[in-house]
């Protein structure tokens, strides 16, 4: 069974700095997705950065970007020049790849908070 | 873009009652999940359903749980007896699957459902 680990359950930033959460995964899978969701005060689930295993270059949207360490399984947001409205719940989450169809699991997620 | 559109936003019902939350998933997508976050807490898998049977099941999917594609558009999970702590917000998600299902894995906006 796969676990996804994240240990800061708040975090707060100046509005236009950086800032970095943490996440972690333990699984025994070869191929696997990696993915971080915003959820904002409206509950919505909101898919951010995506990564997949067998890369090793990592993912960039925007403002956003991800450390994938494979080896120490460790899966990090960095989140550049933070707005207002980047205030919200962060999950990571794990997917198996070689099964269609497959559930995400997720963390406990952080609740980040961008002060102005 | 297409959207996975989850009704109605807000249940309120009594304990014991049962109660259908329904779900349009994205037209050409085949994979279709519930998810389930309790205040305050990570999201949980629930179930997901392919050509029209559950192709995997959480330890919280029990027999007062099930989901039905009653026609070509819905997707529906029922809870027929519910408890105070089935209270959560419940999200449903569909995929197109393949190799494609991680880059198309889309969640609803939720419906919350109070137990009282």
Not at chain 2, 33 to 38: E, F, S
Request: proline fraction near 4%; hydrophobic fraction near 30%.
């Amino acid at each position: 069974a796969q676990t996804v680990t994240q240990s800061q359950p708040e975090m707060s930033v100046q509005e236009a700095e950086t800032v970095t959460l943490s996440c972690t995964y333990d699984t025994s899978e070869n191929n696997y997705y990696l993915f971080w969701y915003k959820q904002p005060p409206s509950r919505q689930m909101i898919l951010v950065i995506r990564q997949e295993a067998y890369k090793q270059q990592n993912a960039t949207e925007n403002r956003f970007s991800v450390n994938f360490q494979k080896a120490a399984k460790s899966f990090s947001l960095k989140i550049s020049d933070s707005q207002l409205g980047d205030t919200a719940m962060y999950f990571c989450a794990f997917m198996k790849g070689e099964t269609s169809g497959s559930r995400l699991t997720f963390g406990e997620g952080t609740q980040l908070t961008v002060n102005p | 873009e297409p959207e996975v559109t989850q009704t109605p936003s807000h249940q309120v019902t009594q304990m014991g009652q049962e109660v259908i939350l329904r779900c349009v998933p994205i037209s050409n997508h085949l994979y279709f999940y519930w998810y389930r976050q309790i205040l305050g807490q990570k999201v949980e898998f629930l179930v997901s359903f392919y050509n029209n049977e559950i192709s995997e099941k959480s330890e919280i999917f029990d027999d007062q749980f099930s989901v039905e594609r009653p026609d070509g558009s819905n997707f529906t999970l029922k809870i027929r007896s519910t408890k105070l702590e089935d209270s959560a917000m419940y999200f449903c998600a569909s995929s197109a699957g393949g190799s494609l299902g991680p880059y198309g894995y889309t969640f609803g906006s939720g419906t919350r459902l109070t137990v009282v």
